[in-house]
């Protein structure tokens, strides 16, 4: 599981088998999940994050989009 980045307490990683599906990342802390589609970011999954919780996290996701993109590229090609 690659960690991309941490920030506010929250750790952005992806799990190293899921390069066949759309660009995404996961997102953990402290027992709860998300996952946030790339392209365009938006909220796919969640399991214990508020709602508030997860508008925050979306902001972070995009304003931290493009490095996300390059780092599953990095990881996963094209």
């Known amino acids: 599981m690659p960690t991309a980045m941490r920030r506010d307490g929250l750790r952005m990683f992806f799990y ?4 066949e599906e759309p ?3 996961h ?3 402290r ?9 365009p970011v938006e ?5 214990g994050f508020s709602a508030h919780e997860v508008r ?3 902001r972070v996701v995009i304003e931290n989009a ?3 993109r390059e ?3 990095e990881l996963f090609g094209a």
Do not use: C, D, M, P
Not at 16 to 19: A, F, I, M, Q, R
Not at 31 to 39: D, K, Q, R, V
Not at 43 to 47: E, M
């Open 56 to 58: 925050k996290i979306r």
């Open 16 to 19: 190293s088998n899921e390069g």
């Open 43 to 47: 909220s796919a999954q969640n399991s």
């Open 27 to 29: 997102v953990e802390r």
């Open 66 to 68: 493009n490095y996300l």
């Open 71 to 73: 780092v599953w590229r």
């Open 31 to 39: 027992g709860a999940t998300a996952e946030f589609w790339l392209i």
């Open 23 to 25: 660009a995404h990342v």
